[in-house]
């Protein structure tokens, strides 16, 4: 009887497809990590009391964030991809990937920004409200407008609004990159 012949016989899997899990966690620590230090030096830097009355310095830092935000979810999927699954990536593995990495920087980043606007600067979201007021008023608002306007944004002007936000925002924009990266990146394994 032949080796062949035996039905029983085991077959090593060729493309075992292996969790993304720990690559998301890994790396999404790391966005994590690497957005509060942005956020931290940019505080530390005096540009988010500016980015606060600039639009330009607002767009470029939300661009600087952003881009390094799509080089980490493109480096993780490339690492997955790469080093974890025998060189396959489906579009829905990328998908996966920006979603937990979002998911795990969305909590750090919601944990962090609710000590900073409630210990660290507290100030901030006066701030803010107040130079929402003054562009309304530059705007030509009357009073009565902007003193409608200004009670629904200060209720949802607090730190647990802006924590939940992150924590709602990061996998979806996490998912969206991730889905880009993916369609750029997959390698689909052969079918059998």
Not at 30 to 55: D, P, Q, R
Not at 57 to 65: A, F, P, R, T
Not at 88 to 111: D, E, K, P
């Amino acid at each position: 009887m032949n080796d062949n012949d035996n039905a029983f016989d085991y077959q090593p899997i060729e493309n075992p497809k292996t969790s993304i899990m720990p690559v998301s966690i890994r790396y999404g620590l790391i966005l994590g990590l690497v957005g509060i230090a942005f956020s931290l030096l940019s505080h530390v830097l005096g540009m988010t009391e500016i980015s606060a009355t600039n639009t330009m310095v607002s767009i470029v830092s939300s661009l600087i964030s952003f881009g390094i935000t799509i080089a980490i979810i493109v480096m993780a999927i490339k690492f997955y991809r790469d080093n974890q699954n025998q060189g396959f990536l489906s579009i829905g593995q990328g998908l996966g990937i920006g979603a937990l990495m979002g998911l795990v920087s969305g909590l750090m980043t919601a944990i962090y920004m609710y000590i900073f606007f409630t210990y660290i600067d507290s100030g901030m979201i006066d701030a803010i409200i107040a130079q929402t007021e003054a562009d309304m008023e530059a705007q030509g608002q009357s009073d009565e407008d902007i003193e409608n306007a200004m009670s629904v944004v200060s209720m949802f002007m607090t730190p647990l609004f802006f924590a939940g936000s992150a924590l709602i925002s990061s996998p979806i924009m996490g998912g969206i990159f991730g889905l880009i990266a993916g369609l750029f990146l997959k390698h689909e394994a052969p079918k059998r």
